[in-house]
């Protein structure tokens, strides 16, 4: 049976423009895969804590004292869990200042874990997670793809590909809508754009 993990990270609620992609292409993808399952990760509103020292600590080998610290490494090892349950991944991913939200920097910093979904070896780091489908939803108010002069900036689409590669996702389709914030015409360009994408989408 086919898992779909639908992942959001927008802080707009239903505001957002990741968030309606993100469940077009959810719906999509059940219609691809009649009977899948989801698994539903809101980080907003189901948050792990950012990574401290008590973190690294208990991963270097030292004791849970703390329940809430105790409760947020299970938090983050159902991430990880997740990640290998799903054939197919769909994550919402708004630029908030040229890069990702906190919210989803954190899923990544407790996803990303050597001996869990990457390893180093003789020809250097390995990732472990393979064999999956990733579906990201992008959006932003400017334009960074292409030739515009603002690609430079781009730090969220091309963090987001180094850091799922790095734990062996490299099949990634990113559906992009940009240059929401450039007038009314040009918002419902770009999500007509996006979902027109989402509904082309094949098996």
Do not use: C
């Not at 802080?11 to 959810?26: C, F, N, Q």
């Not at 950012?50 to 938090?75: E, N, Y």
């Not at 630029?95 to 003789?122: C, E, H």
């Amino acid at each position: 049976m086919t898992t779909i993990l639908h992942i959001d990270s927008s802080i707009l609620g239903g505001y957002s423009a990741t968030r309606s992609l993100t469940a077009d292409i959810v719906a999509r993808q059940l219609a691809l895969h009649p009977g899948a399952q989801v698994i539903r990760r809101d980080l907003v509103v189901d948050a792990a804590m950012h990574l401290s020292g008590a973190h690294m600590a208990v991963f270097q080998g030292g004791q849970v004292t703390d329940p809430l610290l105790g409760q947020d490494l299970a938090t983050g090892g159902a991430y990880i869990d997740d990640l290998f349950a799903a054939n197919i991944i769909v994550i919402g991913a708004p630029m908030y200042n040229f890069s990702i939200p906190t919210q989803l920097k954190g899923w990544i910093d407790r996803v990303a874990v050597a001996g869990r979904t990457f390893k180093y070896g003789a020809n250097g780091p390995e990732g472990l997670v393979t064999g999956k489908k990733v579906l990201l939803a992008s959006a932003r108010g400017g334009v960074y793809s292409g030739e515009s002069p603002m690609a430079a900036l781009d730090h969220q689409e091309s963090y987001l590909l180094t850091a799922l590669g790095f734990i062996g996702l490299t099949d990634v389709t990113i559906i992009r809508a940009e240059g929401l914030a450039l007038g009314e015409e040009a918002k419902a360009a770009a999500l007509a754009g996006a979902k027109a994408q989402i509904a082309a989408l094949a098996a």
